[in-house]
């Protein structure tokens, strides 16, 4: 392995308060220096200035399909995406078919990822055997073959007694249990947020009150257990307030929120747009801001992209038949950037933590940090290009994205795994044809 | 400037206030065509409409026919309801095969919101929506907009109340837009249960007693009550129904004004409205059904790139031309 020199880049680092011009050189597959390296023998000397050089991106929350729906994406297809998007490690939902329920299905998430040699990625065991809600997967041997969290997400888990238990009995992993807060007797049958917008194109609604009521009772079995919840995909103010009220509290709750969430209003739903169909549903203005003001003052702790690929075909129907959910991890870094950065939501070290520090942190991986001696987990990106979301080229299999046409700000570089360069725009300008090509 | 409709009648909330008169006006001369005893015209002769029914709608589906049929169009009804077709995907072969038969038009009633616009979008053919889910039942709400106009002479400053389940009511929707647009009030009454979010936005007034509603309004639009909203807990029982939001002679009779009663049926008698209202004299539930094939055969006229100024020498021409049929 060749050792890298990235010359002349912004280096941000959340993990160690560091926002300068400098040099960083990955050596061995570590971060081996920071600060002024003029050459490095043999090295491959890339000028990056005018960059920012920061530690890789992690994304907690996406659903790469495999095993069971490998034609809408794959654990290699999403790895790549990924790492497209400026992320050097994804946490895998496993609410796959068969679901990721125990160590076997653990390890072939792994090994799987070990081959695509992309964006490294976590498996999340479920929760319950099948994410039926009744009787608890072995945590103990999933965790073991290298699972990180532990999630029925998808879907709720209803029982509090189960969420309790889970709760507790994760703290010998340590691990974060993380839930879809979802009232399901009260959301049942809602397609989009209840509103006038559901009103006007009678759809039924689901209230903010079905996900405030779950967070509620996550945040009280949090304080009763001391095992930490981490709430999946906030999306209403009411959720963003019982959140801080916990952390006050001094509750072990953390939290994540959207792209989309911070970004688009349940108006993107007019004209039956499926693509603006997910779960939680898009809100109203008022819940954007909320979730924005959270990220700001770290009510949410971290940005995950709930990244959720769907078949042209299972969203090319009417709007109360087609599945919820979007692709989001290429898009998630310029819509952090144009939605949070150049607002001045954020500054561009807080959407670096938010990104990555915070994420590492919550689910205790490794990364988020350029500190020397840490695996060399890298993003470069150019915090100034324009560019303009055209789903036919992404690495995903799939292109169920409400931000077609989107212009945005912020743009991936390379990407650096290990101290592998795993994605590289200047080189795959001229391999996006031949991608698109591939990926119909 | 030639005023038209567009390709499509997906709803009323995308129709201007002139839109929606233009379509009341062509209509007018087309309740007289009912009335001959020869009731064709050649307007849409060598036009192909097909009906398309994933719900069964006996009477919208043959208002539709005779208005159909009256203007001398090719008809084929598809009827595939409920369980056997699975509604998403095959809506999309659906389109495709309309398409490739080259037909003119489609009236499709369906069970979900949106499919009407979804089929409009990808279809060269002209859609009219005769009812998606709980979105909109466009020409419903202009044989009711037709009907007040016909009773009261004017829609503008009309107080009009839509009483019942609002919530799953695509008339009531259609109403709303088309009655706002017009110029009327309106207000909406029923079970707090069955009113949706938000539709104070749509601008309109709510009552939570009937009284109340019959006290304020000179029109009441009374929709049909589902017996499957009992067993989804939405409503306790179609007997408290009946006696806190039924339509009665008691009720109607201590209004201090003679309302109008409409209902785009089929009635639940003795439920929603007791059948002495339904069959009384301020009742125009069958006046309403004449006025729906009127309106219906504006909207197919007007859709078909017929002249609005021409439509009563359409109906002229038709008469001259009887003898030859
Ligand atoms: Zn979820």
Redesign the interface.
């Known amino acids: 392995m060749k050792p890298i020199l990235l010359k002349g880049g912004r280096v941000i680092d959340p993990s160690a308060n560091r926002d300068e011009i400098a040099d960083l050189l990955i050596e061995n597959g570590k971060i081996a220096g920071l600060g002024s390296v003029a050459s490095r023998e043999g090295a491959d000397v890339i000028d990056v200035t005018g960059k920012i050089v920061a530690p890789g991106l992690i994304d907690v929350h996406v659903h790469l399909r495999e095993p069971g729906q490998e034609h809408v994406e794959t654990i290699a297809t999403g790895a790549r995406a990924a790492a497209a998007g400026g992320f050097t490690a994804v946490c895998a939902m496993p609410n796959t078919d068969p679901v990721t329920d125990n160590q076997a299905a653990v390890g072939f998430i792994v090994k799987q990822a070990q081959d695509a040699r992309a964006a490294r990625v976590y498996p999340i065991g479920a929760i319950s055997l099948g994410q039926k809600g009744q009787q608890l997967a072995e945590f103990g041997e999933m965790v073991g073959a290298g699972a990180v969290a532990v999630s029925d997400d998808g879907k709720p888990v209803i029982s509090s007694h189960l969420m309790r238990t889970a709760l507790e009995y994760a703290q010998t992993f340590g691990i974060p249990v993380a839930d879809h807060c979802e009232d399901h007797t009260l959301a049942a049958g809602g397609a989009m947020h209840?509103?006038?917008v559901?009103?006007?194109?009678?759809?039924?609604?689901t209230?903010a009150a079905a996900e405030e009521i779950m967070v509620a009772r996550d945040i009280i079995l949090a304080e009763l257990t001391g095992g930490q919840v981490h709430l999946c995909h906030m999306s209403t103010r009411g959720s963003v307030a019982l959140i801080r009220w916990a952390k006050d509290r001094g509750v072990v709750v953390t939290a994540e929120a959207t792209p989309h969430h911070f970004t688009l209003t349940h108006d993107a739903c007019g004209?039956?747009n499926t693509n603006a169909k997910m779960n939680p549903p898009l809100r109203e203005a008022e819940d954007i801001a909320a979730i924005r003001d959270a990220l700001k003052d770290g009510t949410i702790d971290v940005i995950a992209s709930d990244h959720a690929p769907h078949h042209y075909?299972a969203k090319?129907?009417?709007?109360?038949?087609?599945p919820f959910g979007i692709v989001g991890l290429e898009t998630a870094l310029g819509l952090g950037m144009t939605e949070l950065v150049r607002r001045g939501t954020l500054t561009l070290p807080q959407l670096v933590a938010r990104m990555s520090t915070e994420p590492a942190r919550v689910f205790r991986l490794p990364g988020g940090t350029l500190r020397t001696g840490a695996p060399a987990d890298v993003v470069v990106f150019d915090p100034d290009a324009d560019w303009v979301v055209d789903p036919s080229t992404f690495r995903s299999k799939s292109r169920n994205s409400p931000f077609a046409g989107r212009q945005l700000i912020g743009q991936v570089e390379l990407t650096i795994v290990g101290g592998t360069m795993v994605f590289n725009r200047a080189s795959a300008q001229m391999g996006s044809a031949q991608n698109a090509d591939v990926a119909r | 400037m030639a005023l038209s409709l567009g390709k499509d009648l997906i709803g009323l909330?995308e129709l201007s206030a002139d839109q929606i008169r233009l379509i009341l006006d062509t209509a007018e001369p087309f309740k007289e065509v009912s009335e001959r005893a020869i009731k064709k015209v050649p307007t849409l002769r060598g036009k192909t409409i097909v009906n398309l029914f994933f719900e069964s709608s006996t009477r919208t589906r043959i208002s539709f026919e005779f208005a159909e049929k009256r203007l001398s169009a090719d008809t084929v009804n598809v009827a595939s309801s409920g369980s056997s077709v699975e509604?998403?995907?095959n809506?999309?072969d659906t389109a495709r095969n309309l398409e490739s038969m080259r037909i003119d038009m489609v009236v499709m009633r369906?069970p979900?919101?949106?499919?009407a616009?979804?089929l409009a979008k990808r279809i060269r053919s002209n859609v009219i929506n005769a009812g998606?889910?709980?979105?909109?039942h466009p020409t419903q709400a202009l044989l009711d907009l037709l009907t007040i106009r016909d009773r009261l002479g004017r829609i503008e400053g009309v107080k009009v109340c839509i009483c019942g389940d609002i919530l799953h009511s695509?008339v009531a929707?259609s109403n709303i837009w088309g009655l706002v647009k017009l110029g009327a009030e309106v207000a909406v009454c029923g079970p707090r249960s069955l009113m949706?979010?938000?539709?104070e936005?749509?601008g309109v007034k709510l009552f939570r007693r009937i009284e109340e509603a019959m006290e304020w309004a000179e029109v009441l639009n009374v929709l049909r009550l589902q017996l499957e909203r009992m067993q989804a807990g939405f409503i306790p029982s179609l007997r408290e129904y009946n006696r806190v939001f039924g339509v009665t002679v008691e009720r109607l009779a201590r209004a201090s004004r003679k309302l109008l009663v409409l209902h785009p049926g089929p009635m639940n008698r003795g439920v929603e409205i007791d059948s002495r209202v339904a069959d009384g004299e301020q009742s125009v539930i069958l006046h309403q059904v004449t006025n729906g094939v009127a309106v219906r055969m504006a909207v197919l006229y007007l859709l078909a790139g017929g002249n609005p100024e021409r439509a009563e020498a359409a109906k002229g021409q038709g008469s001259s031309r009887e003898g030859a049929e």
Do not use: C, M, N, W
């Open positions: 209840e509103g006038l559901a009103t006007r194109l009678g759809l039924r609604g209230p004209g039956y075909d090319e129907r009417d709007f109360d038949d087609a | 909330e509604k998403g995907e809506l999309v369906h979900s919101s949106g499919a616009q979804f998606d889910g709980t979105h909109e695509r929707r949706p979010r938000g539709i936005g749509l």
